[in-house]
């Protein structure tokens, strides 16, 4: 239900809009996410929404970098990514939950999340 796309190769310093779609926008989505996968690694956080208030959250490492935004029109979630570094290099998945009452904690939390893309690599040179 949730399709992630945007993703490509990109040098140091470039920028990358992702775009994630979803074929089935449920009323209880309330809050959206963004998390990476380096190869070899953990899956981690990058931002987060809330759909209707538009509050965001994003981890330390893409601050002032990265732009988390949606539009409900379209039900597509967007992260705007910004002077990319190759340790940004991942496959990029995008992450729904029916969770409710935004906090600045637990959409950071990877298990907070029921519903993922499919993943879209994003390659940064340097």
């Known amino acids: 239900q949730l399709q992630a796309s945007g993703g490509g190769l990109v040098q140091a310093g470039g920028s990358l809009r992702l775009s994630c ?4 926008r449920t009323s209880s989505s309330h809050v959206m996410g963004w998390f990476l996968q380096p190869p070899g690694k953990e899956r981690e956080f990058v931002a987060a929404i809330n759909w209707y208030a538009g509050t965001t959250l ?20 967007y992260l705007q990514m ?14 729904a939950t029916e ?20 993943g879209t690599l994003v390659t940064v040179s340097s």
């Open 21 to 24: 779609t979803t074929s089935r």
């Open 58 to 77: 994003y981890a330390d490492s893409v601050k002032g970098r990265f732009t988390i935004s949606r539009d409900n029109a379209k039900n597509t979630l």
């Open 82 to 95: 910004n002077s990319l570094k190759p340790e940004d290099t991942a496959v990029y998945y995008c992450a």
């Open 99 to 118: 969770r409710a009452y935004w906090s600045s904690t637990w959409p950071a939390n990877i298990n907070s999340y029921a519903y993922w893309g499919q």
